[in-house]
């Protein structure tokens, strides 16, 4: 599928200072960039901290003042809903190298904490079938309810709070697939039919040979993310990362299937 | 100067289970592996999954039953102490893409948290000037004493017991870095002149225009330190991750100027 | 001096509930409540659980619906500022046993954590002096500043954090004092002075042969303090326990040297 | 039933301090002290710090070097296991005065975070049979495994790691109580068959009219239970708070029905 994405960001800097932005999309072997623009108003210098092994795309501003940010970008999206439940479990020294950093525990994501209740909770299966198990699990025993957490909210409280937001989902989710040896981070992502529209995060797991993305809040397909940035969990994958202070004054994500962006709030 | 080095390390594994050992001298600009033998008895396979990027080496096995795990080597390693002390801040554009994840917070490392008490307290000041800074508060605030920290410590518990082990001095000088905007990670290594001798947790800075080893125990000289691995705290570079179960029988790390390792435990 | 003190709560509960209410002025040694009015609309039952030991005044109410609360008083308080600094430390033996809890660490005044650093830092002082110093060193180590805590910060986090609001740096002290030996406790206040008026939190430390009052935020003089409840931190002296769902509509709290009071939000 | 009950108690004290006792039994409607005698070798003054509201008998020892403490007493203890069951939950207005302390969040017993999981688990009953579909979840769900905590793990730690021992179990009922608005708070009692032989930690509710005691672990009948002291949780039973250093030399607690005690460690 083609879709066409937007951000449209405008913040107050009220002393300059440096921003990394993560919201272009990534290139990769299910997505395809096949156009795009990024427009800062007013004009700056835009660093680029591309990571070309992974894809992924960031850039670095350096400004003052009120700043408009827009991206647009059409992109082709070719990947199939839900079939990594049949994709089995890969065993620790047939990993690339470059996974093993997401068995690891992680500021929101301290998966050594989960490994009792994943052995005795879905000890009987592994690969595809137990990250689907664990999914279940997780739309049956949590709240999709914001407010209930914040920036600092670690997989442990939602497991408490049995609540929260697609983070706390896409965490919660990667520390149980950790707890069971299997490589999962976060990722963020355009996401089609995503209601409210916004930056979605998921969590992407590694079985068989490569890396399949989950949404465990189901509210959107996997087939109808653009994504753009993984990482170990949301501290890694934070759209705007700002060296100084930022004030929001207005922003914008959206997607649509290619022919007709609407803009929403 | 050239260190010969030694791990000797035995262990029982009760159920067949893999290994990943982090116990092997990288190979960098400031460090050269002159020879080295990995012995694993019973024998076993030995998958590798060494980051070449990184020079860091990764050694996976797959055992069961008592094993005795053996790595010897003799390395060149040619860095000097403090110079780091002079070196420049850099801007968050100049940086090369991989030091981005060394800015972020970690499990043990939340470095967001410390952001008022770096500008509060070093706030006049920027790159090697503010790290030496850092450390010498942190050796005037802290006491090194076993005990007080385990497993579980972060930074922020570091902060307010005002007490630890290398580990928790290199996780709290992490994240006053990163709160300051200076990429920071995590290095293990083979430490000359430490007492007792055993694997060091000491710091690694992104200064000028690379990457500077900082020991804030001040309890070995830098120039003698035989790196083996770095990450974003202690979560990653631990020598051995047992994907299963594993029971300690005997340890030991040494290291010694080349000509004569004298085994400690 | 006589105050006039004044609360006017407005609330919406969906479903019919108990609530705890702790707005009502104390009786003890050094207040007098003259004359007091406690009204409900519409009108409902209240059941009194008072803790006549301690002159703590609690109602509880059974409502549905839309109910104001409004709580007039006047009190007379005797009590002078910064007396306590010459009061000496009490041996534990020589404490009255009610005191003892107050000893203790709790939820937001992990005190057990503190006691290395208030040793290095006020290890040379006891009793008044030490509080003293301790209140001292937080006005100079933290910003008072709304938004950086929230409901769930401990004392453990504002020491890190080094800014918060009144009951932040209440908490902050009283586990200092604690990790000291001197007994310490949350106290609620209507505060003479204080901007904006609003219920205030301080400290309360056990000296000498009695309690005494300090604001760790130096907001609000403890001559213009009229106390409504005591605890061990924060959790036990919300004015409101709700046990079920309310929602704020309007809520005031005020004060004035009695002869007229000006009603603010 | 008549029980015997002894606790013998070396420590070193390498400086002189003052120590909190917390071994005696307590007077109460449910149990009768027969006879008792404290002995402190060598002499020393013993300070009493009696809460006779409460039946709870606190000893403060000021000593130094090497000291025993010996406790024997012979106890009446009339209660029955497992009848709370029936008993039914109480309104707030209903509760006495000083169970409302019970109803709050405490430092081990987070109440306030576990109440969307007690309502989504046991939203459809109240009072004893509440109480007991908690502690058979908890039963079902956790394993009694000494190492996993420690003498920091609270409710929230315990719930995640699905293991503890006796405080452990205790601190996750209490904590699923108090989110149900049921009081409940922490009992230390000798426990006639507890192997091995220990000071146990179990819960307290307060339903109907009365306290019931109520083990979580089930590995001691309620009716073979000598208390010794109630409160918020462990922080408040602590059989030994030293005001200084103390070092174990040895100690024991045992319990028997009265004709012999078998002391064991």
């Known amino acids: 599928m083609r879709f066409d994405i937007l951000a449209d960001l405008t913040y107050d800097f009220p002393i300059r200072c440096e921003t990394l932005l993560l919201i272009e999309a990534a290139q990769g072997p299910d997505q ?34 009120r700043v408009r940010i827009q991206y647009a970008a059409t992109v082709d999206v070719q990947r199939e809903d839900g079939a990594y439940q049949d994709a089995g479990q890969v065993a620790i020294r047939d990993l690339p190298h470059d996974a093993l950093a ?18 005795r909770e879905f000890g009987t299966l592994s690969g595809g079938a137990r990250v689907a198990a664990m999914v279940d699990w997780i739309g049956r025993h949590l709240d999709y309810q914001p407010g209930v957490s914040n920036s600092g909210t670690t997989a442990l409280d939602t497991f408490v709070d049995r609540a ?24 963020s992502a355009y996401a089609w039919r995503l209601e409210p529209p916004d930056l979605h995060a998921v969590a992407e797991v590694y079985l068989g040979d490569r890396w399949w993305l989950v949404d465990p809040t189901g ?42 962006v609407s803009k929403t709030a």
């Open 102 to 119: 997401y068995l690891r525990p992680s500021r929101f994501c301290p998966s050594d904490r989960f490994e009792r209740f994943a052995a």
């Open 164 to 187: 929260g937001v697609c983070r706390d989902f896409a965490h919660l989710a990667i520390s149980i697939c950790r707890a069971s040896d299997i490589p999962a981070r976060a990722v």
């Open 219 to 260: 509210k959107a397909p996997v087939s109808g993310l653009v994504r753009v940035a993984a990482g170990r969990d949301a501290a890694d994958i934070a759209f705007m990362s700002v060296f100084g202070t930022a004030r929001l004054v207005a922003q914008a994500f959206a997607i649509a299937e290619a022919g007709g």
């Open 32 to 65: 395809l960039v096949v156009s795009e623009t990024l427009t800062i108003d007013p004009d700056a210098a835009v660093a680029r901290l591309d990571d070309d092994g992974a894809g992924e795309r960031r850039a670095v501003l350096d400004t003052a003042g």
